[in-house]
T-cell receptor, first 112, second 115 residues
Framework: AQSVTQLGSHVSVSEGALVLLRCNYSSSVPPYLFWYVQYPNQGLQLLLK??????LVKGINGFEAEFKKSETSFHLTKPSAHMSDAAEYFC??????????FGSGTRLQVQP | DTEVTQTPKHLVMGMTNKKSLKCEQHMGHRAMYWYKQKAKKPPELMFVYSYEKLSINESVPSRFSPECPNSSLLNLHLHALQPEDSALYLCASSSPPGQGNTEAFFGQGTRLTVV
């Protein structure tokens, strides 16, 4: 079964620093991959998605992710962190059923 | 309109109660989902409806009963729940496989507490 692994349950960066959240997938075929963000006591908001059209995907709020088949990775980056980026981030894979399987999540803290 | 609306936002129920969670979308999506999210955990799939028919049941206990009365509405009927069922219940919708965009849109969730 397809799955995703997020390395690092907690990441802390300073405001203005680079954000890097890691996600690796296990799949024998190129999957559909997603990054979602969840603020406390709220639902999930889509940041960006990979659907094989382009390997570098730009999303909302300045986030982007690069699909690297050779590394089976789909890491999320943002050049300069903002306090409002503090949240839980989930990488997810579409198992082909249009049903998502989520990684364990990474809590991003942004220090002033 | 890219919203998925869930009601109620919060629900406290006793173990002998019967309650229902509601979800509504007007994006024309024909796939709708229920996910369960425990504290500090990722969402876990419970049910999938495709074209108003149940297509996936992830071995969910029968005390959870889903219903899709039409293409815009999704309900989750709750009966005889246990305290360990306390969680955030998320509804989502998307285009079915083979049609349109792939992403799922999520509601804000219902925070359920079973006492």
């Amino acid at each position: 079964a397809q799955s995703v692994t997020q390395l690092g349950s907690h990441v802390s960066v300073s405001e203005g620093a680079l954000v890097l959240l890691r996600c690796n997938y296990s799949s024998s075929v190129p999957p559909y991959l997603f990054w979602y963000v969840q603020y406390p006591n709220q639902g999930l908001q889509l940041l960006l998605k990979y659907t094989s059209a382009a390997t570098l995907v730009k999303g909302i709020n300045g986030f982007e992710a690069e699909f690297k088949k050779s590394e089976t990775s789909f890491h999320l980056t943002k050049p300069s962190a903002h306090m409002s980026d503090a949240a839980e981030y989930f990488c997810a894979v579409d198992t082909g059923r249009r049903a998502l399987t989520f990684g364990s999540g990474t809590r991003l803290q942004v220090q002033p | 309109d890219t919203e998925v609306t869930q009601t109620p936002k919060h629900l406290v129920m006793g173990m002998t109660n019967k309650k229902s969670l509601k979800c509504e979308q007007h994006m024309g999506h024909r796939a709708m989902y229920w996910y369960k999210q425990k504290a500090k955990k990722p969402p876990e799939l419970m049910f999938v409806y495709s074209y108003e028919k149940l297509s996936i049941n992830e071995s969910v206990p029968s005390r959870f009963s889903p219903e899709c009365p039409n293409s815009s509405l999704l309900n989750l009927h709750l009966h005889a729940l246990q305290p360990e069922d306390s969680a955030l219940y998320l509804c989502a919708s998307s285009s079915p496989p083979g049609q349109g965009n792939t992403e799922a849109f999520f509601g804000q969730g219902t925070r359920l507490t079973v006492v």
